[in-house]
């Protein structure tokens, strides 16, 4: 596949003031309608916790946050879609994002959303450690509460990093990355290193480009208004794996942004609930 590359704002990294460091990854400030986008999503994620069937709640480790929500569909071996949060692995929270189970859940699939500890609370070493933790849990109980089939991890920004840093999890069968973070050293230079703290071996060893890729099918999904930094960790990740002969498409999703993507997902004729689906075959 062919794909523009955006000019990167890291290959002038040490010539560029703070600000413009920030902005390089400010997802936030770079969509103008994010605040609208992220409070719709929210109040139909509280509807949809209310309502749907579930297990809310269930505790995957010792800390506050690590709980697990999970959406059974009616045949406990139906596939599951598990869906990392967003954040920068320092805000939202799993009860933020239930409004992405009735897109896949209409096509017969489970869904399960684990939250997670957050930054400074917590070293991004220990939140990736609590996702395999999940991931763990799910694998030994998930079948007590009807979801017993195989799963495909999907995760948004930070959590697009979470499911490339589990995808050799023995539980997961493939991942879809959406808008991810895989490089993590200019970050540190970032208003996020206030929370997060990285350390020298911590870029090192969670960040995907620089880890061997895993065999494991991995589709990287991204809107073609999302900022070029992320566009260039997921094509570069995929080149990557690409030459390694790891398998995964590249799935730039026309006129989204960071937030707006999300809204394919929800839906059940979504561009990312077909992808979901088109990893299990």
């Not at 071996?201 to 070029?228: C, F, M, N, Q």
Request: with cysteine.
């Amino acid at each position: 596949m062919t794909t523009d590359r955006p000019a990167d704002p890291r290959a002038r990294w040490a010539y560029l003031s703070q600000s413009e460091r920030d902005a390089a990854y400010d997802v936030v400030a770079a969509v103008k309608n994010s605040a609208e986008l992220s409070a719709e999503r929210n109040a139909a994620s509280a509807q949809a916790r209310a309502t749907l069937r579930s297990a809310l709640d269930l505790a995957y480790g010792p800390r506050q946050s690590a709980r697990i929500d999970l959406y059974p569909a009616d045949r406990p071996d139906a596939p599951c879609l598990l869906f990392w949060h967003g954040g920068y692995w320092q805000k939202n929270s799993r009860e933020l994002f239930a409004a992405l189970v009735e897109g896949i859940a209409a096509h017969g699939w489970s869904v399960a959303i684990p939250g997670y500890s957050l930054a400074p609370e917590v070293t991004l070493t220990e939140i990736v450690a609590e996702s395999r933790a999940a991931l763990d849990w799910l694998a030994a109980h998930g079948a007590e509460h009807g979801v017993a089939g195989p799963v495909v991890t999907s995760g948004w920004s930070a959590g697009g990093h979470l499911v490339a840093m589990t995808l050799d999890h023995p539980l997961v069968a493939a991942g879809l990355s959406i808008a991810g973070v895989f490089e993590l050293g200019p970050l540190r230079d970032t208003f996020l290193n206030a929370a997060l703290r990285l350390t020298d071996a911590e870029i090192a060893t969670l960040s995907p480009l620089r880890l061997p890729p895993v065999a494991k099918r991995l589709d990287l999904a991204y809107g073609t208004h999302e900022l070029p930094a992320l566009v260039l960790d997921s094509l570069d990740l995929h080149a990557r794996r690409d030459a390694a002969g790891a398998s995964g498409r590249l799935l730039p999703l026309p006129g989204h942004d960071h937030f707006s993507i999300l809204a394919e997902l929800r839906r059940p004729d979504g561009a990312l609930v077909q992808a979901a689906r088109d990893l299990l075959g």
